[in-house]
């Protein structure tokens, strides 16, 4: 009967520590979405913030243990996260050079029409 008593009192433990678990990668899984959706607006300081917020997340959900299945999904969440961070800094490096080249033309050209007046 005690046996029984132990078992019943697990029970609920058991259930909570699972549903912990299951809410970490819920909030891993809400997270992805939000990046996906947002991650080719990002300026420097949203990614930023977007990297911060992964890393707690991720700090968080590391101090589970999961199962196989459990696992590879937080994987494949991990991956996506950062390639979509990787991504988005490519596309802010892409805008600044583009910009770099934007504004040196216009000095080049400026440099030239200042010469062709003497």
Request: glycine letters at 6%; hydrophobic letters at 40%; aromatic letters at 8%.
């Amino acid at each position: 009967m005690k046996k029984y008593i132990v078992i019943m009192l697990l029970m609920p433990l058991m259930v909570l520590f699972t549903s912990c678990k299951s809410g970490q990668i819920k909030k891993l899984e809400k997270f992805t979405a939000q990046v996906e959706q947002n991650y080719d607006k990002y300026s420097n300081s949203d990614l930023d913030k977007a990297k911060a917020q992964f890393e707690k997340l991720i700090a968080k959900v590391e101090q589970n243990e999961f199962t196989g299945d459990e696992q590879r999904h937080v994987n494949e969440l991990k991956g996506a996260c950062k390639g979509y961070f990787a991504q988005a800094k490519a596309r802010i490096l892409l805008e600044e050079f583009n910009n770099a080249v934007d504004e040196a033309g216009d000095e080049v050209k400026g440099a030239l029409e200042s010469m062709k007046k003497d």
